[in-house]
């Protein structure tokens, strides 16, 4: 199997790069925003437990989010592998992902880390908000909250697999083609 995870501050374009990667390596794209926003829309408890957290720009607590993404894995079976996008965002995450993919006998094949900076971050959020009519894209305040809590609780997880030797790092500025290409050589790299 080949399991990646793309990783990346809110805004980096994980989401944009990890349909594309997906689509070419033929992986399961699996997104842990994507699938709180999905509960949140159908209004399951999931749902509304995980937008208290959200609408603040806030981490949802750890165990809700990896008794999800367990769930979502176990649900798709036949795949060839999965590429993860916003999962994991903290150590007790990775720590849990590792264990649980040791259980199925497989393993997180690498992480590629999109690096831009906070400022440039900012702008590209409140540019997708005025078209995505995502709540949290809209308010500067949550927003700069969404990027603290990376840089606080998510960006230690690049050390995580630095130390097991997965990582492999991307300058996230440029065209989306031009990003696609740079991931792709560096996915080549371990297939
Ligand atoms: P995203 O679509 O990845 O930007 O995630 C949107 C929001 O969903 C985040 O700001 C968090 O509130 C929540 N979320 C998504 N993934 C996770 C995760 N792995 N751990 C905790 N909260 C998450």
């Known amino acids: 199997m080949l399991n990646l995870v793309i990783f990346g501050p809110p805004g980096s374009g994980k989401g944009t790069q ?25 209004g399951t408890e999931l749902g509304n437990l995980a937008q208290t957290f959200m609408d603040k720009g806030d ?3 750890d165990e809700v989010t990896i008794k999800m993404l367990q769930a979502e894995v176990e649900k798709h079976p036949e795949v060839k ?49 005025k078209n995505s009519g995502r709540a949290d894209d809209q308010n500067e305040e949550i927003v700069r909250n969404r990027i603290k809590e990376y840089n606080t609780k998510t960006a230690p997880l690049k050390n995580y697999y630095l130390q097991q030797g ?11 083609e031009e990003i696609f290409g740079k991931l792709c050589a560096a996915i080549e790299t371990v297939v």
């Open 18 to 42: 990890a349909v594309k990667i997906a689509e070419k390596f033929n992986l399961f794209h699996l997104s842990t925003g994507d699938i709180f926003r999905a509960n949140i829309k159908g």
């Open 59 to 61: 981490l949802v607590p």
């Open 81 to 129: 592998g999965f590429i993860f996008d916003g999962f994991p965002r903290t150590i007790p995450q990775a720590d849990s992902l590792d264990k649980f993919l040791a259980t199925r006998k497989t393993n997180i094949s690498n992480m590629l880390s999109l690096e831009v900076e906070d400022e440039e971050l900012l702008k590209r959020i409140i540019l997708r908000g």
């Open 166 to 176: 997965k990582c492999k790092i991307i300058l996230g500025l440029g065209g989306i």
